[in-house]
């Protein structure tokens, strides 16, 4: 199993949606979570972090972490055309080598 | 302040050329990654520097692939000979090793590498 995983999509969600990203992880993963959005043709940027089971909320997005499930999800409310981009779900490797490790990412397309 | 710097930010060479690319990291940020990204495998970690040290190179995928960094404030990914698999983004990122980490690093615009 890959370290992190995440369904490829891609994903369209019709404008004012909520856009339901999702993620699984393996043991060789710490229980530290991460969502970056990559616009097209841009670098990665930070846009969430989780570090407790339950949901964070910030703002129209709410990151959700299961660690019995071991399952991470990113939902974004009331979805604009601005948040069409990829999103990548990272976690901290586990051990002294303490680096991101992330998935494939989903492309996410909101329709106006 | 500048962001993490990379150069160039296209290159086209042929098959067997070698090809370097280099990065520039914030100032002060003692971690140095460099990353690969493609549509096939996403994202992946090549190598990463900590106070200018190689630490982990596992992601380095041949011989063919070399990293170094002299200095705080330059790092260089050597790709040589070159082939066409090779094609791909290559982003340099950067983060400080002080305090707890965030999770957050800052990544270049990337190097998009073309082999013919």
């Known amino acids: 199993q890959k370290e992190v995983e995440q369904n490829s999509g891609p994903l369209s969600v019709p404008e004012g949606a909520i856009a339901s990203l999702n993620c699984t992880y393996s043991?060789?993963?710490?229980?530290?979570f991460f969502w970056y959005r990559q616009y097209s043709g841009k670098s990665p940027e930070l846009i969430m972090s989780i570090y407790s089971n339950g949901d964070k909320e910030d703002g129209r997005f709410t990151a959700q972490l299961n660690k019995a499930s071991q399952y991470v999800s990113l939902l974004i409310r009331d979805s604009q055309p601005s948040d069409s981009a990829t999103y990548l779900c990272a976690g901290l490797s586990s051990g002294s080598a303490r680096q991101l490790t992330f998935g494939s990412g989903t492309q996410l397309t909101v329709l106006p | 302040d500048a962001g993490v710097i990379q150069s160039p930010r296209h290159e086209v060479t042929e098959m067997g050329q070698e090809v370097t690319l280099r990065c520039k990291p914030i100032?002060?940020?003692?971690?140095l990654f460099w990353y690969r990204q493609t549509m096939m495998r996403g994202l992946e970690l090549l190598i990463y520097?900590?106070?200018?040290?190689?630490?982990?190179d596992s992601g380095m995928p041949e011989d063919r692939f070399s990293a170094k960094m002299p200095n705080a404030s330059f790092s260089t990914l050597k790709i040589q000979p070159s082939e066409p698999r090779d094609s791909a983004v290559y982003f340099c990122?950067?983060?400080?090793?002080?305090?707890?980490?965030?999770?957050?690093?800052?990544f270049g615009e990337g190097s998009r590498l073309t082999v013919l």
């Open positions: 100032s002060g940020h003692d971690y």
């Open positions: 043991d060789r993963v710490s229980q530290s």
């Open positions: 990122a950067s983060r400080s090793g002080q305090g707890q980490f965030t999770g957050e690093l800052f």
């Open positions: 520097f900590n106070n200018n040290v190689p630490i982990d």
